[in-house]
């Protein structure tokens, strides 16, 4: 294309349904045929090729009676308009799947390992049935999961249940029965039912991150309720140290039955009770109330499906 008069190169303006009704006669060889593959009548092909050609200044085809042939000049034009019709239709499926939530990313937090439980087969369910979402797993402390929900770092976290901050909403999904750990041959283990007030007189020992404060918080609670001031060491640790500081027989300490996932030699589970039943933790979803991240809405659908209470 040369420039005008004015010295200025025209613009030229070429719709995607052009692109689309060259492509098509040109792989149908004629422009009957390509019209019924398109459901447009063939009037309205030929001359929206006809219009296309003559933007172009390049004849794309022969017409015979027999159809369309492509021209020498028009091959590489027709070889480019299938490419980028290609894209375009590829572009609007992949919009198409992120705003249903089936590509795109989600970031979930959490502050318990990944080791076994209900939060690691929801996980599991949701990278099956949805492959194309880039999930991202962030296990952390509390503190950075709000810090990552309000920053928009996270999507949603999953974390104990009776927090809150402003703008954060949360929902109850479920429950985890909660576990005296013990030396294999301490004398708690023995015993049938295990309640917290035959802990009174233990040496608790919890890791600094994770759930080690939702732990810590829980065995000071309960124990203060039997009258009894409770002796806690938190550690900065892992939880595979504090297994080990209880097998070496010095602690005792607690884990959710997830944490059971774990082997661990000279180390026992023993189920904790309260009066009314097993004590358990209660977990919640935390998200931003004006997240609208559509891989997030197929997350929650999920989680109900699979947790319905």
């Known amino acids: ?45 030929s001359r929206r090729v006809q219009q296309l050609e003559d933007r172009l200044g390049v004849k794309l085809f022969e017409r015979t009676t027999r159809g369309a ?32 939530g089936l590509k795109g990313r989600i970031a979930v937090g959490y502050c318990s390992p990944l080791m076994s439980g209900n939060l690691r087969l929801a996980i599991w369910d949701y990278l ?76 608790f020992v919890v890791p600094s991150g994770g759930l080690g404060p939702i732990f810590g918080n829980l065995i000071a609670g309960r124990l203060t309720q039997q009258g009894k001031r409770p002796n806690i060491i938190v550690q900065d640790t892992s939880l595979e140290s504090v297994l080990s500081m209880v097998s070496a027989k010095r602690y005792i300490s607690v884990a959710t039955e997830a944490s059971q996932g774990v082997s661990w030699t000279d180390v026992r589970f023993h189920e904790i009770h309260d009066p009314t039943g097993p004590a358990r933790l209660e977990y919640a979803l935390y998200w931003r109330k004006d997240n609208e991240n559509p891989a997030l809405q197929r997350f929650f659908k999920l989680i109900e499906e699979r947790y319905p209470g």
């Open 128 to 203: 099956t049935k949805f492959a194309d979402v880039q999930f991202d797993g962030v296990e952390a402390s509390l503190e950075k999961l709000f810090h990552g929900l309000q920053s928009h770092a996270l999507d949603v976290a999953v974390a104990p249940i009776g927090f809150g901050e402003d703008g954060i909403i949360s929902r109850r999904i479920w429950s985890e029965r909660l576990y005296a750990v013990l030396p294999g041959d301490h004398v708690l283990a023995e015993k049938e039912q295990l309640y917290w007030q035959d802990m009174r007189w233990e040496v």
């Open 1 to 45: 294309m040369f420039p005008d008069k004015s010295g200025c190169v025209p613009t030229l303006t070429i719709d995607l349904k052009q692109l689309r009704f060259a492509v098509a006669t040109a792989d149908a060889k004629s422009f009957s045929r390509a019209a019924v593959i398109l459901n447009v009548k063939q009037i309205t092909l």
């Open 69 to 100: 042939e492509i021209t020498q000049n028009g091959r590489p034009f027709i070889e480019q308009a299938r490419r980028i019709v290609t894209d375009v239709d590829n572009l609007r499926t992949t919009a198409r799947n992120v705003s249903y």
